[in-house]
Nanobody, 123 residues
Framework: VQLQALGGGLVQAGDSLRLSCAAS????????MGWFRQAPGKEREFVAV????????YYEDSVKGRFAISRDNAKNTMYLQMNPLKPEDTAVYYC?????????????????WGQGTQVTVSS
């Protein structure tokens, strides 16, 4: 499975962005999918995860109410709508896919990773 994250950019605080993650290859192996981010000098951290059906989601506390994760299995694509953005959201955002059905924030549970897309939020 290959994952490609797109949609990052340079925006101002209060703006919105929508990231997408396109999956290709043996996508039938994929179950839950998630977004992680890594700011300079910090460890990679969990942002959000969504179940295969899209019916269950789980968010990191700092993004609850601002970010929305979704997926379109017909297009093999996952999304992350981010609004409003804050300077502390600045990071490289990675999408990941798991072969496991549970919703988890642990990086080791995700077998497949995208290359990351930079999100920079200016104040």
């Amino acid at each position: 499975v290959q994952l490609q994250a797109l949609g990052g950019g340079l925006v101002q605080a209060g703006d919105s962005l929508r990231l997408s993650c396109a999956a290709s290859g043996r996508t039938f192996n994929i179950d839950s999918m998630g977004w992680f981010r890594q700011a300079p000098g910090k460890e990679r951290e969990f942002v959000a995860v969504i179940s295969w059906s899209g019916g269950n989601t789980y968010y990191e506390d700092s993004v609850k109410g601002r970010f929305a994760i979704s997926r379109d299995n017909a297009k093999n694509t996952m999304y992350l709508q981010m609004n409003p953005l804050k300077p502390e959201d600045t990071a490289v955002y990675y999408c990941a896919a798991s072969t496991w059905s549970g919703l988890t924030h642990y990086t080791y549970a995700y077998k497949f990773w995208g290359q990351g897309t930079q999100v920079t939020v200016s104040s």
